[in-house]
């Protein structure tokens, strides 16, 4: 079971997005009969069975273990993944691309930027794992109080100078074999949650 899976296909995303199949999606964290699931959701037998076989041709679940009772083959199902993110690609052609939006200091665009990384790490991770590799990835995640809005350009400002240095410094369109790599650096108002989070932390 992998701990998060990418959906970029409109089916896969509409089994999903179904409440009774995410419920079923949330109680197969661990490996379940079709009974079992019966009992805890409140639907007969058959109507899971019909969920299940569902979400098993979109590889949301997949078969854990296969017990014989009498002449009966009772089949346990797992969830592919712990949780899932929906990716752009599903949405075809009006999936948010960053391309379409001039503002770069728009919450849109910003919000653009990171359904495209949805998107393509997705499609890269997915066939990284069809070849039995791993996707090599760098992720950077902080949380900066400024004392003042002054403080916050000034910082927005030495970051960029940072950004840039390092880049120059290590560009490189001459060497044969070298693969670019995207570099998304974003910043946006921390939601209050987060606030009280940092607070307790400090405690």
């Known amino acids: ?37 019966a009992g805890r959701v409140g639907l007969t037998r058959q109507k899971i069975n019909y969920h299940l076989k569902a979400l098993e041709e979109q590889k949301l679940v997949e078969q854990a273990e296969a017990r014989q009772w009498g002449g009966i083959t009772e089949r346990l199902m797992v969830a592919t993944a712990r949780a899932y993110v929906v990716s752009p690609a599903a949405l075809g052609p009006i999936g948010a691309d960053p391309a379409i939006h001039g503002d770069r200091l728009s919450a849109s665009y910003l919000v653009a930027l990171a359904a495209r990384i949805v998107r393509e790490v997705g499609m890269l991770w997915r066939g990284a794992r069809a070849a039995d590799k791993r996707l090599a990835t760098l992720s950077i995640d902080t949380t900066i109080r400024f004392a003042s809005p002054a403080d916050r350009a000034a910082f927005t400002t030495d970051l960029a100078n940072a950004v840039a240095a390092l880049a120059a410094r290590y560009h490189d369109d001459t060497t044969p074999g070298g693969r670019p790599h995207r570099l998304v650096v974003a910043a946006y108002p921390a939601p209050p949650e987060t606030e009280r989070k940092d607070d307790a932390d400090e405690i």
């Open 1 to 37: 079971m992998l701990d998060l899976d990418i959906l970029d296909t409109p089916a896969a995303a509409m089994l999903a997005l179904d409440p009774i199949k995410a419920r079923l999606l949330a109680e197969l964290s661990v490996p379940a009969s079709a009974a079992a699931l």
